[in-house]
């Protein structure tokens, strides 16, 4: 899979991209990660790429021009699964539209800034609006690194118990049940004793029952 971002902040891509699973997952080969500055797009002198809305609201909008000489290079090289645009007015974001990213091949992440991007590259670009929550931020590079981190997390081989991406919470539309570590007891507090048991079926039933009393009692909404 190779996702490449398109941004004004290249350098937020940095840390995030560089740490852990990400950074594991590109070393293994299974994801390649390019991050484009739209400033080296433009063709204006002071490498802008936003200005003034017309009709006169407050704000700046981002231009098509970059953004088109960016993606159309891209699309020069290589075809493109989906173009996403991260908005707050997309698709929200979840599991299953995780998974089912997971297992595209190449994508290219837009992330919006200012007071929007010129309405006509959603219209002629873009192939998916992807929203990560109802709140607004102050640019779309936090949600396209948490789309990122989300989908290759769940690429075969990305993080080493491939069961344990399985297991997640939202996988079956339950919570996942509580883990526990050495030591069995701190402070007087106790590991639940069936997980000392060693009775495999009866830590299954007990996981189980745990998720589905956590949802309905955390996430009634996922059991509707
Ligand atoms: N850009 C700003 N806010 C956002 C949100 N909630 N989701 C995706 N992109 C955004």
Same mark, same amino acid.
């Given at each position: 899979m190779r996702i490449d971002f398109l941004t004004v902040l290249p350098e937020m891509f940095e840390s995030p991209l560089g740490c852990s699973i990400l950074k594991r997952a590109q070393n293994k080969g299974l994801v390649e990660f390019a991050v484009h500055n739209?400033? *080296?797009? +433009? +063709?204006?002198k002071h490498r802008k790429v936003d200005d003034y809305p017309f009709g006169g609201e407050a704000g700046m909008v981002m231009q098509i021009e970059p953004i088109d000489r960016c993606i159309s290079a891209l699309k020069a090289e290589r075809d493109y699964d989906e173009v996403i645009f991260t908005s707050p007015d997309g698709e929200m974001f979840n599991q299953p539209m995780a998974n089912q990213m997971s297992m595209l091949g190449n994508i290219i992440i837009l992330c919006g800034h200012y007071k =929007? @991007?010129?309405y006509r590259i959603r219209e002629h670009f873009i192939t998916k609006e992807v929203s990560i929550g109802d709140y607004v931020l102050t640019g779309g590079e936090i949600p396209a690194i948490i789309i990122a981190d989300a989908i290759v997390r769940? @690429?075969? =081989?990305? @993080? =080493? *118990?491939?069961?344990s991406a399985l297991s997640d919470s939202f996988q079956d539309n339950l919570l996942a049940p509580p883990v526990y570590t050495r030591p069995a007891e701190y402070k007087g507090w106790r590991v639940p004793d069936i997980l000392l048991s060693g009775h495999e079926a009866k830590i299954a039933q007990w996981r189980y029952d745990q998720a589905l009393e956590r949802t309905r009692r955390l996430r009634p909404d996922l059991l509707d």
């Open positions: 739209l400033r *080296d797009y +433009t +063709t204006n =929007g @991007i010129d769940l @690429i075969p =081989g990305a @993080i =080493g *118990d491939e069961q």
